[in-house]
C-alpha cells in the first residue's frame, strides 16, 4: 500500500476528505506524520519477515573496519556469518574489541568475532571484526533492516497496513479529541488487537523465535 492510500485510509476513518496527495493541506501532512509515527511503532513491535534482508561484506587483508553500506542506524542483526570459513560469527563488546587491538598485537585470520562502532559520514553503521582479516572473505549480516520514513505520495508500506492504519488513525483521534462515536482508547485497544494479530500471522514463519528459553 502507498503513502497515500494509507493517508486516505486514514482520513476516512476519522470522517474527513480524501486527498490527491499527501501534502494537499496541512492536515493531511499532519495524518501523514501519523502515519510515519504508527509505521515505527509497528516495526518496533516485531523482526518482520517483509525487513529481513542480508548485507554483505567484503573483507581485504589488514583491514578490520567495515561499514554495512545502505544500513543506516535502523538494523538489528538476527545472525551474521562467515561465509568463507563456514562458521556463526559472535558478537563481542567494544572493550573487549579495544583490549584486543590497542593492548596486546592483535591475531591475523579468518573473523570470528565482531562489535559495532558507530557510523560513517553517510550514516551508515560502521563494524569492526577479529582477527584481523588475512584476505579476502565474505561475511554475511542476517539483519532487519526498518525502512526510512515514507515521503512520497507512492512510497510503499512493506509491513502490515492494517496495524499502522489503526495506530494512524489512534494518534489522529487523540489529536483531535473526538471522533463522532470512538474514543481514544477505544482506538487504541482495536490497533492493539491489529498488531497482535499481525505479529500472530508472521510469527509462524519463526516459530522457534518465540520460544523462551534459558542457554
Not at 499532519?30 to 534482508?53: C, H, P, Q, Y
Not at 463522532?180 to 482506538?187: A, K, L
Request: proline share 4%; hydrophobic share 35%; with cysteine.
Amino acid at each position: 500500500m502507498t503513502y497515500l492510500e494509507l493517508v486516505n485510509n486514514v482520513l476516512r476513518r476519522i470522517r474527513e476528505e480524501e486527498v490527491s496527495s499527501v501534502s494537499s493541506t496541512t492536515y493531511s501532512k499532519m495524518i501523514g506524520d501519523f502515519v510515519n509515527d504508527a509505521k515505527k511503532i509497528v516495526e518496533a513491535a516485531w523482526d518482520w519477515s517483509a525487513l529481513r534482508t542480508t548485507l554483505t561484506i567484503q573483507t581485504t587483508d589488514d583491514i578490520f573496519n567495515y561499514v554495512l553500506v545502505g544500513s543506516q542506524d535502523r538494523i538489528k542483526a538476527l545472525d551474521v556469518i562467515n561465509d568463507t570459513s563456514n562458521c556463526f560469527m559472535t558478537y563481542q563488546t567494544s572493550r573487549w574489541f579495544d583490549n584486543q587491538y590497542m593492548n596486546q598485537e592483535p591475531v591475523k585470520g579468518s573473523p570470528k568475532q565482531y562489535t559495532y562502532n558507530g557510523v560513517d559520514s553517510n550514516g551508515d553503521t560502521q563494524i569492526d571484526v577479529y582477527p584481523k582479516p588475512d584476505k579476502e572473505y565474505i561475511i554475511r549480516f542476517n539483519c532487519v533492516f526498518r525502512n526510512q520514513d515514507l515521503e512520497s505520495d507512492t512510497d510503499k508500506l512493506f509491513i502490515p497496513h492494517m496495524a499502522v492504519i489503526h495506530w494512524a488513525v489512534s494518534l489522529a483521534a487523540r489529536e483531535r479529541g473526538e471522533t463522532g462515536g470512538t474514543s481514544t482508547p477505544e482506538y487504541i485497544a482495536i490497533a492493539k488487537q491489529y498488531l497482535s494479530d499481525a505479529i500472530a500471522l508472521d510469527a509462524q514463519k519463526h516459530p522457534y523465535e518465540t520460544d523462551w528459553y534459558t542457554p
